[in-house]
Nanobody
Framework: VRLVESGGGLVQPGGSLRLSCAASGFDFANYAMGWFRQAPGEEREEVSCISMSTGNTSYKDSVKGRFTISSDNAKNTVYLQISSLKPEDTAVYYC????????????????????WGQGTLVTVSS
C-alpha cells in the first residue's frame, strides 16, 4: 500500500497549484482519501477529504472556496486544486487514506488514517 504525492512547489500569493496523489496496492474506490498539511512548528491538520464511494467531501474552514478535492478512480488518484494561495498555506501537504470503512457522521475520514504519503512541500512567497 503506497501513496505518492506530486505537484508541490514555490508559488506567489494568489497563485494556484494542483497536488496529485497516486495510490497503489489497494483499491480505494470504496474508502476515503484526503489531504493533511503541516506547517513549520505546527501540528499536522486535516485540510480536505473525499469519500470515494459517495463523492462527499469535507474542507477545513480556512480553505473552503479556495481548495477543491477530486478523484479519478480509474487512475487511483486523488487531487487537490489549491487556489488563491496565501503565505499561511505554506506547509508540507500529505496525502492520506483509509483502506476500510469506518462508521461515523462525517462525510469522510471517520476513523484513523491508515496510509500516509511522503509529503510534498508547498511554499507561498513573493
Amino acid at each position: 500500500v503506497r501513496l505518492v504525492e506530486s505537484g508541490g512547489g514555490l508559488v506567489q500569493p494568489g497563485g494556484s497549484l494542483r497536488l496529485s496523489c497516486a495510490a497503489s496496492g489497494f483499491d480505494f474506490a470504496n474508502y476515503a482519501m484526503g489531504w493533511f498539511r503541516q506547517a513549520p512548528g505546527e501540528e499536522r491538520e486535516e485540510v480536505s477529504c473525499i469519500s470515494m464511494s459517495t463523492g462527499n467531501t469535507s474542507y477545513k474552514d480556512s480553505v473552503k472556496g479556495r481548495f477543491t478535492i477530486s478523484s479519478d478512480n480509474a487512475k487511483n488518484t486523488v487531487y487537490l486544486q489549491i487556489s488563491s494561495l496565501k503565505p499561511e498555506d505554506t506547509a508540507v501537504y500529505y496525502c492520506a487514506g483509509q483502506t476500510k470503512i469506518f462508521a461515523g457522521t462525517r462525510p469522510c475520514f471517520n476513523g484513523p488514517i491508515e496510509v500516509w504519503g511522503q509529503g510534498t512541500l508547498v511554499t507561498v512567497s513573493s
